[in-house]
């Protein structure tokens, strides 16, 4: 019992008390503000409102986004790509009030939907995108050589797949 101080024992006690404290409160307050963004992982179909001038099939596109938090890497693909395919991400950009941002540089082939010629042009492209209900996304896209921005949905390819899997049974 001698080695028992009272002043020891408030002391610890404080210092416990302080500690849980700060513990809870810190808890509390990233269950109320801190949100982790959205799931935009995936495969989507782009559905152009109308044709990319000077392309003659080039209504629907395929956008591949990869996301690390709030940072996203993406490329576009024809929408008749090989879902296997692996293609090098162009496009970077960040996810922000369910906001997406990409911005790089994407091929004319891909872009028409044409055969890739050997020495295939890249045209800057900038994509801005509002997710709506379901994963499904509003949006406009910007080519450097066209002057007017042009509208798409899109839509998780995988979503479809499963409708059509659905509609042919």
Do not use: W
């Not at 101080?5 to 990233?30: D, H």
């Not at 596109?61 to 991400?89: C, F, M, R, W």
């Not at 800057?124 to 509003?138: A, C, D, E, R, Y």
């Amino acid at each position: 019992m001698n080695h028992f101080n009272f002043k020891s024992l408030i002391f610890y006690g404080v210092a416990i008390s302080s500690v849980l404290l700060l513990f809870k409160t810190v808890s509390a307050y990233g269950e109320n503000n801190l949100k982790a963004p959205p799931p935009v992982n995936g495969r989507y179909r782009l559905t152009l409102a109308e044709n990319l001038p000077n392309c003659e099939k080039s209504d629907t596109l395929t956008l591949n986004v990869e996301q690390s938090g709030i940072y996203l890497n993406a490329s576009v693909l024809p929408a008749n790509a090989n879902p296997d395919t692996d293609e090098k991400h162009s496009l970077t950009g960040m996810l922000k009030n369910q906001q997406l941002d990409l911005s790089g540089k994407v091929g004319r082939s891909i872009l028409c939907n044409i055969p890739r010629p050997q020495n295939d042009p890249l045209n800057s492209v900038t994509i801005q995108m509002q997710l709506v209900n379901k994963g499904s996304m509003t949006g406009q896209l910007t080519v450097n050589d066209i002057p007017q921005t042009l509208k798409f949905t899109g839509t998780p390819q995988k979503a479809q797949e499963e409708s059509q899997k659905l509609n042919n049974h």
